[in-house]
């Protein structure tokens, strides 16, 4: 079982043991401690990786034996809750998605917050402003009429309208990847537009006028300026700039199809 | 071991073709805007005096304005082909697919289109510097 051998293999190697050629990487943070520093500073940290590895177990490391006071967010540790969207070499990812080998661990990796959003320690972002955004298109179904007294029933060409946009994990990586979003902050966001296009092409929504209303908003849909940042870095690979696309030209054509 | 801290500012983000077009876009759209500002200034002197007119345009004719003329040849070119392409994003289905490839498209019309304004564009001022 091919499972059971990557398992082996990561266990051995943060043993330093056998086979894994283990690398000793540069990880450079950006780190802001609200009670001590008045900016963000760059500190660097030399640890011992398995390229083949996450960056969130180097972050560990960092802080389980170096310093106990470096702050982030993780949970789950395998890209499913969306806790630990970081800018890693640049770019918006998940950290514990984003292999060592694959972000030229010669040079010194950076790590940094996500930009857009108050940095309350370290990496650690004040998401508040992301998820007010994502309430406020109404992200659960809303249908009028009578109850169905057995499920709502959906044929499968009318729940494969919205299947991409239904992977959402609220992460924050394409909102804060977005530069309208770090210009102007009450920009709903890729993220929200996403979540209202999972309800806004739900035939079993019924509230779609009501959501592209909300996304008519001038800080709604029309601030998109399609520069795919979103796109590239969603960990879901979700086709972001299509989505709000089609809200776009939903509410052109007051049609939902 | 922490060591080093180096300056605080961010990283640049490492966007890609669609975030540096977006870039080059609104770059090409503010010099368009400035030309078109002083070009309706300096067309408005003709009202003034035509005889004024004809001095502020003569002094266009050297070189240096002209490689500026050639830039805003390109600037316009590359903001208008690049505007089709955004349109095609928002309004075509099948355009955030293949905006990558839009984009190729944009900038190889782009080069050719240039190369080939290039000479009747730079005629004079390849007399000039040249003698050809
Ligand atoms: C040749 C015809 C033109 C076409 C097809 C065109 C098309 C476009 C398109 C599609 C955009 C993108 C808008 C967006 O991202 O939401 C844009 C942006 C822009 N255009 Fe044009 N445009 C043209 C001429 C002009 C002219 C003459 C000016 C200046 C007076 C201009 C100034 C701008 C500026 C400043 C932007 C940047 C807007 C932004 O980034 O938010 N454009 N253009
Ligand atoms: S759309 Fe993708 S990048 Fe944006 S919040 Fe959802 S999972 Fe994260
Ligand atoms: S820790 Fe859950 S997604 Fe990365």
């Given at each position: 079982m091919s499972t059971a051998?990557?398992?082996?293999?990561?266990?051995?190697?943060?043993?330093?043991?056998?086979?894994?050629?283990?690398?000793?990487?540069?990880?450079?943070?950006?780190?802001?401690?609200?009670?001590?520093?008045?900016?963000?500073?760059?500190?660097?940290?030399?640890?011992?990786?398995?390229?083949?590895?996450?960056?969130?177990?180097?972050?560990?490391?960092?802080?389980?034996?170096?310093?106990?006071?470096?702050?982030?967010?993780?949970?789950?540790?395998?890209?499913?809750?969306?806790?630990?969207?970081?800018?890693?070499?640049?770019?918006?990812?998940?950290?514990?998605?984003?292999?060592?080998?694959?972000?030229?661990?010669?040079?010194?990796?950076?790590?940094?917050?996500?930009?857009?959003?108050?940095?309350?320690?370290?990496?650690?972002?004040?998401?508040?402003?992301?998820?007010?955004?994502?309430?406020?298109?109404?992200?659960?179904?809303?249908?009028?009429?009578?109850?169905?007294?057995?499920?709502?029933?959906?044929?499968?060409?009318?729940?494969?309208?919205?299947?991409?946009?239904?992977?959402?994990?609220?992460?924050?990586?394409?909102?804060?990847s977005c530069p309208v979003f770090w210009t102007d902050g009450q920009y709903f966001g890729p993220a929200a537009i996403v979540n209202a296009h999972r309800f806004i092409f739900d035939s079993r929504d019924d509230a779609a006028d009501e959501r592209l209303e909300i996304l008519n908003d001038r800080e709604g849909v029309w601030r998109c300026r399609t520069t795919f940042n979103c796109t590239e870095a969603c960990p879901r690979g979700i086709q972001i700039t299509q989505a709000i696309a089609e809200v776009k030209r939903a509410l052109i054509t007051r049609r939902v199809i | 071991m922490a060591s080093g801290a180096k300056g605080a500012r961010g990283t640049l983000y490492r966007g890609r073709e669609g975030m540096w077009s977006w870039v080059a876009q609104r770059v090409t759209g503010v010099l368009v805007f400035f030309f078109l500002f002083a070009h309706v200034l300096d067309t408005a002197l003709v009202r003034v005096s035509p005889h004024t007119y004809d001095q502020v345009i003569g002094t266009y004719k050297n070189p240096v304005v002209n490689l500026l003329e050639v830039g805003l040849v390109g600037a316009i070119m590359f903001h208008a082909f690049n505007g089709l392409r955004l349109i095609a994003v928002d309004f075509w289905s099948k355009g955030p697919k293949y905006q990558r490839q839009l984009l190729w498209a944009v900038v190889g019309l782009w080069a050719v289109l240039m190369l080939g304004f290039l000479e009747p564009m730079m005629q004079h001022t390849f007399h000039e510097w040249f003698g050809w």
């Open positions: 051998t990557v398992q082996d293999k990561v266990a051995t190697s943060a043993s330093g043991r056998a086979g894994i050629e283990m690398m000793t990487i540069t990880v450079r943070v950006k780190r802001f401690n609200p009670e001590l520093d008045s900016a963000p500073r760059w500190v660097d940290y030399q640890v011992e990786a398995d390229p083949t590895a996450r960056i969130l177990d180097s972050l560990h490391k960092i802080k389980w034996e170096q310093d106990g006071s470096l702050t982030f967010r993780r949970s789950c540790a395998h890209g499913v809750c969306g806790s630990d969207a970081m800018r890693i070499n640049g770019k918006n990812r998940l950290a514990c998605k984003a292999l060592v080998k694959d972000l030229n661990p010669n040079k010194p990796i950076t790590v940094e917050p996500i930009q857009g959003l108050p940095v309350l320690k370290d990496l650690v972002v004040d998401m508040e402003p992301f998820f007010q955004a994502y309430r406020d298109v109404k992200p659960f179904l809303i249908a009028h009429g009578n109850e169905p007294t057995r499920e709502r029933v959906q044929s499968q060409t009318d729940r494969d309208r919205f299947d991409d946009t239904t992977k959402c994990i609220l992460c924050a990586a394409c909102t804060t | -």
